[in-house]
């Protein structure tokens, strides 16, 4: 799978669009990009994922560039609840995903 | 429809003893996944079961193992249970190339 960068840590506003950036150069093919976030030691929750167009959900939009190297999630009106750590993971659909260190984003009123 | 159970939530052992952690899946799912989330490694990959199967490990000592029921149901146990294996014990169920279903984690304390 796939190497992912994320930057360790984003505030955002209460509101306002929460736009958390991924790295992953490296993708193949048939590698697809997902979305999970965990708030304070629960199990990861899925938020989103796609191959190569853009998607979209009652969560979160997912826009994937069009060489695939990179991709942003967006949740739309983030609230306190959105609070988490956010994790891009490249995985070709087998049971193993390689979580890195995320993106903690901080939503402040 | 119910989500993946885990059981137990938390566990406290003794180092040397061993421990076996239950996971439930959703129900029609056949694939299950087990990962260790500590502070100073994160979350880790330990093994996926589809079927019975083994089709995916990761990095662990052999201490690590597990299984998986005719029901789909997993258990993953550690022998000889050191101080460092204190985590969060998760576990995702998946239909085959879809996305993963987390449970709650069990907190395993090693003293």
């Known amino acids: 799978d796939a190497k992912t960068t994320q930057p360790p840590s984003m505030d955002c506003a209460e509101g306002r669009a929460a736009n958390l950036p991924c790295n992953h150069s490296t993708i193949s093919g048939n590698e697809y990009v997902y979305w999970y976030r965990q708030i304070h030691s629960q199990g990861p929750q899925y938020i989103i994922h796609g191959l190569k167009n853009n998607e979209t959900n009652e969560m979160a939009s997912l826009i994937i560039t069009e060489d695939r190297k990179s991709s942003t999630l967006i949740l739309p009106h983030a609230t306190l609840r959105d609070t988490a750590v956010y994790y891009c993971i490249a995985t070709s659909n087998t049971g193993k995903l390689i979580f890195g260190q995320g993106t903690t984003l901080q939503v402040k009123p | 429809k119910a989500g993946v159970t885990q059981t137990p939530r938390y566990l406290i052992k003794t180092r040397g003893q061993q421990v076996t952690l239950s996971c439930s899946p959703i129900?029609?799912?056949?694939?299950v996944s087990w990962y260790q989330q500590t502070p100073g490694q994160g979350l880790q990959f330990l093994f996926e079961?589809?079927?019975?199967?083994?089709?995916n490990k990761g990095n662990f000592p052999g201490r690590f193992s597990g299984r998986q029921f005719s029901n789909s149901r997993s258990e993953m146990n550690v022998s000889t249970l050191e101080l460092g294996d204190s985590a969060l014990y998760l576990c995702a169920s998946k239909v085959d190339n879809t996305e993963a279903f987390f449970g709650q984690g069990t907190r395993l304390t090693v003293v």
């Open positions: 079961y589809f079927s019975e199967t083994q089709r």
């Open positions: 129900s029609g799912h056949r694939s």
